[in-house]
């Protein structure tokens, strides 16, 4: 699905990223998506990135481990991003 929009090489600069974290309550976000067939398929073609927001909490450092995640996957990709030219 996501090559088809963006391209061949799009699943490689892809992270799933999940709001409302706290609604899991105690359950984590890997006992969440492994309920979901779907879910761990599109995680699985996205190298197994993701990243779960707290909407409860104004705790900065969420948008710092996003950050150090984005950082981490554009480096391993050889520190280019994603154009619709790849």
Request: one cysteine or more.
């Amino acid at each position: 699905m996501i090559q088809d929009t963006f391209g061949e090489d799009a699943d490689k600069y892809t992270m799933v990223l999940f709001t409302y974290g706290d609604k899991l309550k105690k359950q984590s976000i890997e006992e969440f998506v492994s309920k979901s067939k779907d879910l761990k398929n599109i995680i699985q073609k996205c190298h197994g990135r993701y990243h779960v927001f707290n909407n409860e909490t104004e705790n900065s450092s969420q948008v710092r481990h996003l950050l150090e995640k984005i950082h981490k996957m554009v480096e391993d990709n050889g520190g280019t991003y994603y154009t619709t030219e790849m």
